[in-house]
T-cell receptor, first 114, second 113 residues
């Protein structure tokens, strides 16, 4: 059981370049989210999706786009990379148990923008 | 948004108990969580507690919740070197159509031999 798979694991971009971080889950979860992790700041929500075709902004959405064409995939696009987007990015998926939200995380993508 | 606060660092000796503390601000939180992140890995759910409970025990882990003070703690008994990791407190808040996890900054636990 693969769980949540993120690719790539590492990426270096030049300022202004664009790229897509891939995320796929095989647990048939409705909810998927993207977070960024920065030292001393915990995880901050970028975008999330409650199902195929439905996405919404989180706490820090600027500079990022998402789409959810299938239940399994939730790619994150950086439109024009900036050094401030240097971070570790985590994709998570979760299912619903009433009001419980147990999230399953990918291994992360370490992105450096130079 | 709502804030979840944790101290950044904790060091303990192997075999001692570790206590990691967290404060949260959203009184409507229904569930509160502890996640563990080992080096180079994603987060894994350790345990969670429902807001109408005061305590939950799971093997070496004890979660205490003081809802009046909005204070959550995680106690790890007989701490081992394999417990060295970053521990995140998180709460669930309702946001639009979704239930979102809001994380604290994480506490880096270092277990000394």
């Amino acid at each position: 059981n693969a769980g949540v798979t993120q690719t790539p694991k590492f990426q270096v971009l030049k300022t202004g370049q664009s790229m897509t971080l891939q995320c796929a889950q095989d647990m048939n979860h409705e909810y998927m989210s993207w977070y960024r992790q920065d030292p001393g700041m915990g995880l901050r929500l970028i975008h999330y999706s409650v199902g195929a075709g439905i996405t919404d902004q989180g706490e820090v959405p600027n500079g990022y786009n998402v789409s959810r064409s299938t239940t399994e995939d939730f790619p994150l696009r950086l439109l024009s990379a900036a050094p401030s987007q240097t971070s570790v990015y985590f994709c998570a998926s979760s299912y619903s148990r009433g009001l419980t939200t147990e999230a399953f995380f990918g291994q992360g993508t370490r992105l450096t923008v130079v | 948004g709502e804030d979840v606060e944790q101290s950044l660092f904790l060091s303990v000796r192997e075999g001692d108990s570790s206590v990691i503390n967290c404060t949260y601000t959203d009184s409507s939180s229904t569930y509160l969580y502890w996640y563990k992140q080992e080096p180079g890995a994603g987060l894994q759910l350790l345990t969670y507690i429902f807001s109408n409970m005061d305590m939950k025990q799971d093997q070496r882990l004890t979660v205490l919740l003081n809802k009046k003070d909005k204070h959550l703690s995680l106690r790890i008994a007989d701490t081992q070197t394999g417990d060295s990791a970053i521990y995140f407190c998180a709460e669930t808040i309702s946001s639009g159509s979704a239930r979102q996890l809001t994380f604290g900054s994480g506490t880096q636990l270092t277990v000394l031999p």
